[in-house]
Nanobody, 123 residues
């Protein structure tokens, strides 16, 4: 129902910056929360940052002070500004949308995922 496409990954040196973008196929105001996850080889996916439809944000401890998540509803886009990058940040970064649909009889929850974008930080 909702397609997410990430872009902006690449190869940077330690201390550098990248800005990731996630473009949704339709309005993200219908998605209760947007976020960024990352997965390194052999590791589980971990949450990096999230932002609700109301603009509330949260960050993993490893991202606080370095990463900033934001959204532009007019462009159906969520961003992740990454500064002071470290080799430990190397991973595939995935965009996620969590949608909650309320009906008089029930609540339905859905998760949407992008294809991922590679971020590599060299030392």
């Amino acid at each position: 129902q909702v397609q997410l496409v990430e872009s902006g990954g690449g190869l940077v040196q330690a201390g550098g910056s990248l800005r990731l973008s996630c473009v949704a196929s339709r309005s993200i105001v219908n998605i209760n929360s947007m976020g960024w996850y990352r997965q390194a080889p052999g590791k589980q996916r971990e949450s990096v940052a999230g932002i609700t439809s109301g603009g509330r944000t949260n960050y993993a401890d490893s991202a606080k002070g370095r990463f900033t998540i934001s959204r532009d509803n007019a462009k159906n886009t969520v961003y992740l500004q990454m500064n002071s990058l470290k080799p430990e940040d190397t991973a595939v970064y995935y965009c996620n949308g969590h949608r909650v649909v309320y009906t008089p009889d029930d609540k339905y929850e859905y998760d949407y995922w992008g294809q991922g974008t590679q971020v590599t930080v060299s030392s």
